[in-house]
């Protein structure tokens, strides 16, 4: 296994995230009877043609094995600095074991540092939580984050 980490732009990897982004929905996606995986790709690319859509990579061989996207972005409550935080962290559950996890944030995290960011958010889901990883790499648990579907 030599896993390569890049960043890339949306149009080199949509067609291969979408079957992971079907993957990474089944395992974790609340509601899911409700709720179908839809994504505005549309707005993404917005995102992105505005510099506010990073996209880091974990590839085998050349195959998309696993992926870290982040909005960036100043807050509103703190003008004076770029905030990064995660929309989708996704790794293949055969790549989980060992240092690949470790190594895609990692990644993110200095790259996203080298364009000046300088708050990065992680969030995980409480039924899949990846916290020790999070803790091993100096992230703190800062909010806790409640939801409820209201939809008919």
């Known amino acids: 296994m030599a896993v390569k980490y890049q960043q890339e732009f949306l149009d080199s990897v949509v067609d291969e995230a979408k079957g992971l982004l079907e993957s990474h929905w089944e395992e974790v ?33 050349g ?22 935080k995660n929309d989708l962290i996704y790794l293949k559950p055969s790549y989980r074991k060992g240092f690949v996890g470790v190594k ?32 091993f790499l100096g992230f703190s648990p800062s909010e806790t984050l409640y939801s409820k579907y209201i939809g008919d």
């Open 63 to 84: 195959v998309l094995v696993g992926y870290f996207v982040v909005f960036v972005s100043t807050h509103i409550h703190y003008k004076d600095h770029l905030f990064a």
């Open 104 to 135: 895609l944030i990692k990644f993110a995290e200095k790259c996203l540092k080298e364009d000046g960011v300088s708050v990065m958010v992680v969030n995980t889901k409480n039924h899949k939580p990846f916290h020790k990883l999070m803790m």
């Open 29 to 61: 996606a609340l509601n899911k009877d409700k709720i179908k995986i839809n994504p505005d790709w549309e707005a993404y690319y917005a995102l992105q043609d505005q510099g506010k859509l990073d996209i880091f990579t974990a590839r085998d061989e």
